[in-house]
């Protein structure tokens, strides 16, 4: 399995970007998409998860001004993020909860999207 995230970028205090995290390779069955972040010198933080049977959750600092959503194939989701602040300045990493067909489960990450909002 193999995760692809995009739509990161410079952005002024107050603006939005949408982040994409595509799976694609020998996916069988997600359990759980999520959107972590890291700022330089800080720890990696969980932003927002997604399930497969849609229920979501958030960090309390991104709460009512992130969304995390799934495309209908279910193997992509999004972090649409609103009224950004330069404290979200971060690479944004996805990653995926996967079980294959003999039930084995492992965690995927993706390469990382660098959001960087100006004040």
């Known amino acids: 399995v193999q995760l692809q995230a995009s739509g990161g970028g410079l952005v002024q205090a107050g603006g939005s970007l949408r982040l994409s995290c595509a799976a694609s390779?020998?996916?069988?069955?997600?359990?759980?998409m999520n959107w972590y972040r890291q700022a330089p010198g800080k720890q990696r933080e969980l932003v927002a998860g997604i399930r497969s049977g849609a229920s979501t959750n958030y960090a309390d600092s991104v709460k009512g001004r992130f969304t995390i959503s799934r495309a209908n194939t279910k193997n992509t989701v999004y972090l649409q993020m609103n009224s950004l602040k330069p404290e979200d300045t971060a690479v944004y990493y996805c990653n995926a909860d996967h079980t294959d067909m003999a039930a084995n489960r492992r965690l995927y990450w993706g390469q990382g999207t660098l959001v960087t909002v100006s004040s």
């Open positions: 390779g020998h996916i069988f069955s997600i359990n759980v």
